[in-house]
């Protein structure tokens, strides 16, 4: 039987919470490699705003915002109750850090990722207003090992790729800032098995013809 299937881009922090929901879910898609300045015509078929990720179902439903493809997924199968079933006032949690996550923490770190283009204030600026995000977490992981309790949840998959990136704007500043227990969490997550699986490196689809199956 035929896969979903998804078309996906290595780098981008929302296709890497959908291949974590994928993978985490043990779901198996065929997974299509792309580049953001040459998309496939199929995938702007099916979704014409032109961004990544995007899942095609095989009824023909598309799915093209990240978090609603790592629920897709979790409601297959979430052996990790990263969706945090039967706990209501943890769901509302988790979706409030990831709205600020999404709406809010994220038109900062690309100010910050490219202050350069957005001169109306200085790169510390930028970086400062990221910060008020980054110190929520830092608390939050004052009182558990991840955002919501000991185990991870879906806020914790949806947001930390987004921290990798603030991080990775300035490492050495990043190493030295006052968040000792973002930087623990944010190091565990990218050393751990499961985010080195989704980095993996496949050509991408317009140049090799292949899919690859990933998520099982
Ligand atoms: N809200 C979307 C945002 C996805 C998004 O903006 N992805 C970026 C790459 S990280 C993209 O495809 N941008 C289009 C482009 O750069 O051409 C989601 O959650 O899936």
């Known amino acids: 039987m035929s896969l979903p299937t998804l078309y996906s881009f290595r780098r981008c922090p929302y296709a890497m919470r959908a291949r974590l929901g994928i993978l985490l879910s043990q779901t198996p898609v065929s997974l299509r490699e792309i ?3 040459h998309k496939p015509e199929p995938m702007l078929a099916a979704s014409p705003k032109g961004t990544v990720p995007v899942l095609i179902l095989q009824d023909g439903n598309i799915i ?4 609603d493809i790592m629920r897709w997924a979790l409601s297959l199968n979430d052996p990790h109750n990263l969706l945090l079933a039967d706990q209501p006032q943890r769901q509302e949690q988790a979706k409030a850090l990831i709205d600020s996550n999404d709406n809010e923490f994220k038109s900062w ?3 910050y ?6 001169p109306e ?3 510390i600026f930028y970086r400062t207003e990221g910060e008020k995000f980054i110190a929520q977490l830092e608390h939050l992981l004052g ?3 991840q955002l919501l309790s000991d185990s991870a949840s879906i806020a914790d ?10 991080a990775g704007v300035d490492s050495t500043w990043f190493s030295q800032a006052p968040y000792p227990n973002v930087q623990a969490w944010l190091a565990d997550h990218l050393e751990g098995a499961i985010f080195s699986n989704i980095m993996k490196k496949y050509p991408t689809w317009l140049d090799s013809g292949e899919s690859f199956q990933f998520g099982q």
């Open 35 to 37: 580049i953001l300045k």
């Open 64 to 67: 093209d915002e990240s978090l």
């Open 109 to 111: 770190l690309d100010k």
């Open 113 to 118: 990722k490219y202050a350069d283009r957005n």
């Open 121 to 123: 204030q200085s790169e």
């Open 143 to 145: 009182k558990n090992q």
């Open 157 to 166: 998959f949806a947001i930390f790729p987004f921290i990798r990136q603030f």
